[in-house]
């Protein structure tokens, strides 16, 4: 079974700094998905970026970016010039690729970090 | 606004009561998955049904069970209501079973057991 640890349960970020969420995963299949969710205090979901395990070059959305290391099982994001409205609870996750059958196609969480934004 | 829609909104219900949560999927999704949220386990997979089955099973209770109707609406229903089963449960979509296809989620349904 594949499982996905965020070890850090809080961070902090100055506004307009940059800051790290960490995520390591373990599993034994070659493809499959990352995702990062934002669940921000309205507790609404919110997909904020997604890696392809097959894919060598790092997702990139806006101020959000990946760093993917396959052969590490480590899967980090960056938010560049962070703003307050970035303080949420992130979580990391991971979907197998189970292509026509999609009886793995169920996302599996880590336990997310919260990360509050300082003015 | 994902378009993925869940009722009620909040829940508030006595400890061996039922209840049931209800899912509306984006237009066009086929695939429903549930998720609990809770303090204890954290997020995790419920249950997920494609076109009306059941199609994978997660951490779901025996006290517990869902389906998928012809309008491919789908209702979780929790019965025996322990406290523990105090949590945010989330309904996603997808218009299908591969994986490459995102999940939206709705807003959730918040049910405190007292």
């Known amino acids: 079974a594949q499982t996905v640890t965020q070890s850090q349960p809080e961070m902090s970020v100055q506004e307009a700094e940059t800051v790290t969420l960490s995520c390591t995963y373990d599993?034994?299949?070659?493809?499959?998905?990352l995702f990062w969710y934002k669940q921000p205090p309205s507790r609404q979901m919110i997909l904020v970026i997604r890696?392809?395990?097959?894919?060598?070059q790092n997702a990139t959305e806006n101020r959000f970016s990946v760093n993917f290391q396959k052969a590490a099982k480590s899967f980090s994001l960056k938010i560049s010039d962070s703003q307050l409205g970035d303080a949420a609870m992130y979580f990391c996750a991971y979907r197998s690729e189970e292509v026509y059958t999609g009886a793995n196609s169920k996302l599996t969480f880590g336990k997310g970090i919260t990360l509050s934004v300082r003015p | 606004d994902s378009g993925v829609t869940q009722t009620p909104k909040h829940l508030i219900t006595a400890t061996g009561q039922r209840v049931t949560l209800r899912c509306s999927p984006r237009?066009?999704?086929?695939?429903v998955y549930w998720y609990q949220q809770s303090l204890d386990q954290g997020l995790q997979f419920l249950i997920q049904?494609?076109?009306?089955?059941?199609?994978a099973k997660g951490n779901i209770l025996e006290r517990f069970s869902a389906q998928q109707f012809p309008d491919l609406h789908s209702e979780l229903n929790l019965s025996s209501l322990e406290l523990g089963d105090s949590a945010l449960y989330f309904c996603a979509s997808s218009v299908s079973l591969v994986s490459s296809y995102e999940q939206y989620f709705g807003p959730g349904t918040r049910l405190t057991v007292t």
């Open positions: 599993t034994s299949e070659s493809d499959y998905y």
């Open positions: 237009s066009g999704d086929l695939s």
């Open positions: 890696q392809e395990a097959y894919k060598q």
């Open positions: 049904y494609y076109n009306g089955e059941e199609r």
